[in-house]
């Protein structure tokens, strides 16, 4: 499946523990988007990623979340201290390039985050 | 504040006939448009983008671009009872972060 991947699928974290959420983009893409989706809410923009570097993380909160995305291996979304708040929805976007020609993004299955 | 505005639904429309989705956008600077499909509890999926004013057409679906009025909509021809899902609008700028309205709820009645 060449299709964009994210584990785990659903993760139970107590207030206080981290949490780690994984995505791997699509085959030939190199462009990372996380987005978060609350209940009733539409789905924000959180960071934006290429290899090694941060293009955008305007919309993370500016504590607690982290994330990157190494020259190896998959982008990570870090969760310090996790909150009830927090419960979400956390979807990865890959994409082709970042131009408006070749922008077209592809969901992952998401994660499924509670916080008890 | 850059904002993509959807009727939130839920739209009703009999099995075989034409459902119509509408959506507004703040920013004049974007550029790209995207309708997804999101089926309860799935993640979203892309099933039409549009970048040049007029229609775009891709089976069933048809996708409207106005920019002089900031408006986007989706044609869905013959709709099924599979199309029931909520449909997600979302605008781009020159670059790369996509707005994304609250979607609009679609239920296709057999």
Known sequence: ?116 | QKEVEQNSGPLSVPEGAIASLNCTYSDRGSQSFFWYRQYSGKSPELIMFIYSNGDKEDGRFTAQLNKASQYVSLLIRDSQPSDSATYLCAAGGSNYKLTFGKGTLLTVNP
């Open chain 1, 1 to 116: 499946n060449a299709g964009v991947m994210q584990n785990p699928r659903h993760l139970v974290r107590r207030r206080g523990q981290e949490a780690r959420l994984r995505c791997s983009p699509m085959k030939g893409h190199s462009h990372v988007y996380w987005y978060r989706q609350l209940p009733e809410e539409g789905l924000k923009f959180m960071v934006y990623l290429q290899k090694e570097n941060i293009i955008d993380e305007s919309g993370m909160p500016k504590e607690r979340f982290s994330a990157e995305f190494p020259k190896e291996g998959p982008s990570i979304l870090r969760i310090q201290q996790v909150v009830r708040g927090d419960s979400a929805a956390y979807f990865c976007a890959s994409s082709r390039g970042s131009s408006s020609s070749y922008n077209e993004q592809f969901f992952g299955p998401g994660t499924r985050l509670t916080v008890l």
